[in-house]
């Protein structure tokens, strides 16, 4: 259906999945002893449902590589699904945290650090106050419950098959719409009983990228206002499109702005921003001791000073300019291989972030992704690129560049990608 040999798809499976698990002896045995103590032998349940069939063992991660326990080497073009998107070590963050962790990683109070970053993260996105949170999840938890608090309303709308981190007790009772679908958007906003659009503004999740249609961020601001419904971008997979993420770059006017993974280099760490409106009904919330928003962990120093690393030494233009490059030539290898044997897939791309969906046209909406079409294919060529010293993101198969990726590494994708696909065909 995708253009791929079912029997020789199953005899690669069979064969990566041998050879993978055969060369691993001390993964697979560290692995059984870690299902007396963690959910399926694995310390976050969701990594044994990556196509590794004994999850990959990491010795050490250095730059834009990983070193496995049975002594393999990779080019990580998951990079921890966008959390190490500058690279495991960056030379800016590792400094920036050996400097602090003498000074303090934990304080409860503020620093010059923390006034730096937010400014930097006004001049950036464009909204003018901004909180700390501990990760992703948490600041969009934080921004729906503040949205909740501002309006007065409970439902929230967020767009079917997206994923903001595992706020789902937030998400219950939300609306689900397809992306680019205006009208179902107007429909589920015209009763004025919901409190916040929750989006990211290109959807990254579900194996591809799903760029909005023409008209579509108006439509979604125009309809968000008419309805004094708040619209909450969160850019925490969109960080790669540029340095302002795609609030700058396509020039969007979000209420509330949340991020996290990649902002701190490393260390866990989330914000989220908003408008000059919301921060006056939020000041009016939090003074009322009604609502505390918060944690202890968030805006701890050793944090704080890794974010003013990461905003004024990494995200910088040379490193966009570097990971737009390598995402170029990584998204022309795959290209060029689909065009020679008339596949029906398509590449999307984002900046840095490169990925393809098993279908001929751009996708509009992730529900055109599932039942996660072409599962198999990607597992595949995930265990195929794998066993010769790649990794992909193992959820959705997506590629990464960062600026520590190294040029022969997108090359040796690109060589191996051809000749998995050969096989397929
Ligand atoms: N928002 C988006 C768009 C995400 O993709 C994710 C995680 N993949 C999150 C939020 C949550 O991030 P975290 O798991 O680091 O809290």
Redesign the pocket.
């Known amino acids: 259906m995708i253009g791929i040999d079912g029997a020789r798809l199953d005899a690669m499976l069979a064969r990566e999945r041998a050879a993978w698990s055969a060369a691993r002896p001390k993964a697979a045995a560290l692995r059984e002893r870690a299902r007396r103590s963690q959910l399926h032998g694995t310390p976050q349940h969701w990594i044994h449902q990556f196509p590794p069939p004994v999850p990959l063992v990491i010795d050490r991660a250095v730059g834009a590589r990983l070193y496995d326990t049975d002594g393999h080497e990779y080019a990580d073009f998951g990079l921890a699904?966008t959390?190490a998107l500058w690279g495991h070590n960056h030379p800016a963050v590792v400094s920036a945290v050996r400097e602090q962790i003498d000074r303090g990683s934990v304080t409860l109070w503020s620093s010059e650090d923390h006034v730096v970053v937010t400014e930097e993260l006004q001049r950036r996105f464009g909204l003018p106050f901004w909180q700390f949170a501990v990760?992703?999840?948490?600041a969009?938890r934080f921004a729906l419950t503040l949205a909740r608090a501002v309006t007065g309303r409970q439902k929230t709308v967020v767009f079917n098959h997206a994923?903001?981190?595992?706020v789902d007790e937030s998400l219950t009772g939300s609306v689900g719409v397809e992306f680019n679908d205006i009208d179902a958007l107007d429909r589920a906003l015209a009763s004025g009983d919901v409190a916040a659009v929750l989006a990211?503004p290109v959807m990254?999740?579900g194996g591809a990228v799903i760029h909005p249609r023409p008209g579509f961020h108006a439509a979604l601001r125009d309809l968000t206002r008419r309805t004094g419904t708040l619209l909450i971008l969160?850019e925490?997979?969109t960080i790669p499109a540029g340095p302002g993420g795609c609030t700058r770059d396509l020039g969007l006017e979000p209420d509330i702005i949340t991020m996290?993974?990649c902002i701190a280099g490393g260390v866990p760490a989330?914000v989220y921003g908003m408008s000059d409106a919301v921060a006056a009904a939020a000041m009016r919330y939090t003074e009322a001791g009604d609502g505390g928003l918060g944690s202890t962990m968030a805006s701890g120093p050793l944090a704080v000073r890794a974010m003013r690393a990461v905003l004024s030494e990494v995200m910088t233009d040379a490193t966009y300019a570097h990971m737009n490059r390598l995402a170029t030539r990584y998204a022309n290898d795959v290209t060029t291989v689909i065009a020679k044997y008339g596949l029906p897939w398509h590449v999307g791309r984002l900046g840095g972030r490169v990925s393809y969906a098993f279908m001929p046209q751009p996708p509009h909406s992730a529900s055109q992704l599932y039942p996660r079409v072409g599962a198999s294919v990607r597992e595949a060529l995930w265990l195929y690129l794998a066993n010769r010293g790649i990794v992909l993101n193992g959820m959705s198969g997506a590629a990464l560049m960062s600026p520590m990726t190294a040029e022969p590494d997108v090359d040796r994708h690109g060589s191996l990608f051809a000749e998995a696909i050969s096989e397929l065909v």
């Open positions: 699904g959390a990760s992703a999840t948490d969009n994923y903001h981190g595992s990211e990254t999740n969160d925490t997979q996290g993974k989330g």
